[in-house]
């Protein structure tokens, strides 16, 4: 029974995985099939703390929502959300791709290619403009590896083989609220292949 299932289920998983490190671009999270907001996890600055806040949330058009409100009281100032995602390796992709709608503040996209909580995590700066939907590109070589918001140096670069979890993080050094919608992450190859 065993030698029938990998007769049939072995070329099937490998065409997966091939057509996973073929195709031009593959999606890593979309929210108009998933993964729900539950299994995103929330780090704010309380962890040290802070008293900002944030939640994430579906809304009905197929987004997530990323919001809250950053306070720099106690030496605060950060909020955060991540998801382990079922994919973990992109080899062979330069770069991630987000299609999001924010609210005019700065976000961080992390990544984590390491479980420990306390290790480095590589990230990538960019801009929103106030409720208008924008794609950012991600190189992959522009991921700059930090430790509790300091850069590190003498550390390997990132590795898009050793996908922990993905995430966004809002520390622009200013208190109010924030929202930032995500319909999608890719990961896309280098132009012409």
Not at 39 to 65: E, H, K, L, P
Not at 161 to 170: N, P, R
């Amino acid at each position: 029974m065993l030698t029938a299932f990998l007769r049939f289920a072995l070329p099937a998983l490998l065409a997966i995985t091939m057509n996973l490190h073929s195709a031009s671009e593959f999606v890593l999270i979309d929210f108009t099939s998933g993964p729900s907001p539950a299994s995103w996890q929330i780090v704010n600055d309380d962890v040290m703390g802070g008293v900002s806040s944030s939640r994430f949330q579906a809304t009905t058009n197929g987004a997530g929502i990323f919001r809250g409100e950053v306070s720099l009281e106690n030496n605060g100032g950060f909020a955060s959300v991540r998801l382990r995602p079922s994919v973990r390796d992109v080899t062979g992709h330069a770069a991630f791709v987000l299609r999001v709608r924010g609210d005019g503040r700065r976000y961080k996209f992390i990544v984590r290619t390491d479980v420990d909580f306390n290790g480095v995590n590589y990230q990538q700066t960019f801009a929103t403009k106030k409720g208008e939907w924008e794609e950012h590109r991600l190189q992959f070589e522009e991921f700059v590896p930090t430790f509790r918001g300091r850069v590190q140096s003498g550390v390997p670069a990132f590795n898009p083989a050793k996908i922990e979890s993905v995430g966004f993080l809002i520390s622009d050094k200013q208190a109010g609220p924030f929202r930032l919608e995500i319909a999608w992450i890719k990961a896309v190859k280098p132009a012409g292949k």
